[in-house]
């Protein structure tokens, strides 16, 4: 069975893997205070292109999603997202299990636009019984999205404007931020998104390491005691030097940017063999996730040789399915499948 149902089934680069042997036995202090996690904070600091950014790692998505949202919100606040924002759909509540909503709305291809923030934002204060309703509080988003989206910098710069004339922190998930930055197109760096958001993260788990998330705070009120959340939360891994020396290793000679392009080219190659043989798409993807709509018939024959994900029903016929990419899939196996697909 070739595998095709997330980008993050295989364990972690070969560089990483070697890291971690030669430097197994050295004795570190713990909790993220070592000298690899520094260097790593270092290095992030340089691709943020800001020397005054925090820089935290914490052990998961999951984790660094709903400890990130937790530390920003009030009580009596919720925080903007897409219908099909991971926080909403993929994370068994672990947002609400704080204390907190989830302020959903319907966003096309699974990008809210600075037009939908800010009326949410107007329609809430606008209301005589607001003090009756969930606050919105922030606004959460993810760059790639669930559909494999990605932002531009004019729609990634209106929103930042939105969020900050209304005082809304932006948060961007990053789990697969390699993949978008990759991706055919982009037009957004790393200084861009530092610029423009209050607080994002820089995915490893998905990009090459075997765990681990590198959280960005550039907004100063979003600074203090975040440590504290990340321990209550239990996104503090006591090996902290773990973490660091994967994202270490992941960022010194561009490690990071060079597996991400080879997974999006993975994709445009099994991308390019649907389009040929006339199949649509869910959506217009860019990058390591791929959703071709194939008939049930279809869907069995690929099935026997391939795994990948049932996305959502179509009709009664056909369903949109997702393929996706990492850092590891083999050129070899991507060209089985593209054979297949002429097949069908």
Same mark, same amino acid.
């Given at each position: ?145 669930? !559909? %494999?989206?990605?932002?531009?910098? +004019?729609? /990634?710069?209106?929103?930042?404007? &939105?969020?900050?004339?209304? @005082? $809304? ?64 939360? !239990? %996104?503090?891994?006591?090996?902290? +030097?773990? /973490?660091?020396?994967?994202?270490? &290793?992941?960022?010194?000679? @561009? $490690? ?79 060209? &089985? ?8």
């Amino acid at each position: 069975m070739i595998r095709f149902e997330c980008d993050y089934a295989e364990g972690a680069h070969p560089r990483i893997l070697e890291r971690l042997a030669e430097t197994n036995r050295e004795q570190t202090k713990g909790y993220g205070e070592d000298e690899y996690c520094g260097n790593a904070r270092r290095l992030v600091r340089g691709l943020c292109g800001n020397e005054a950014v925090d820089v935290h790692f914490l052990v998961g998505g999951t984790q660094t999603n709903s400890t990130v949202i937790a530390s920003v919100l009030r009580p009596h606040q919720g925080v903007i997202a897409a219908t099909t924002g991971h926080i909403n759909v993929h994370e068994t509540g672990a947002v609400e299990a704080t204390g907190h909503k989830v302020l959903a709305l319907q966003a096309e291809d699974g990008k809210l636009t600075a037009a939908q923030v800010e009326r949410t934002f107007s329609e809430h204060w606008s209301d005589a019984n607001h003090e009756h309703i969930v606050q919105p509080g922030m606004v959460y988003i993810s760059n790639p999205t669930e !559909g %494999g989206t990605v932002y531009t910098k +004019r729609e /990634l710069q209106a929103l930042s404007d &939105t969020c900050r004339k209304n @005082g $809304l922190p932006l948060f961007m998930d990053g789990a697969r931020l390699g993949y978008g930055l990759a991706a055919e197109g982009n037009d957004l760096t790393m200084p861009d998104i530092t610029k423009m958001c209050d607080v994002f993260y820089i995915g490893g788990t998905k990009v090459g390491a075997l765990f681990g998330e590198a959280v960005v705070i550039t907004n100063e009120n979003l600074k203090k005691d975040f440590r504290y959340f990340i321990k209550q939360r !239990g %996104g503090m891994l006591a090996k902290g +030097r773990l /973490l660091g020396l994967q994202f270490e &290793t992941l960022f010194d000679g @561009g $490690l990071y940017f060079e597996i991400s392009r080879h997974a999006v080219q993975m994709a445009m190659m099994i991308r390019d063999a649907f389009t040929a043989k006339g199949f649509k798409f869910l959506c217009e993807s860019p990058t390591n996730q791929q959703f071709p709509i194939l008939t049930r018939e279809q869907i069995r024959i690929l099935s026997l040789k391939y795994a990948f994900e049932l996305w959502t029903n179509i009709n009664d016929h056909q369903a949109a399915v997702r393929f996706c990419t990492s850092w590891a899939t083999r050129e070899e196996d991507v060209r &089985t499948l593209t054979k297949d697909i002429y097949s069908l």
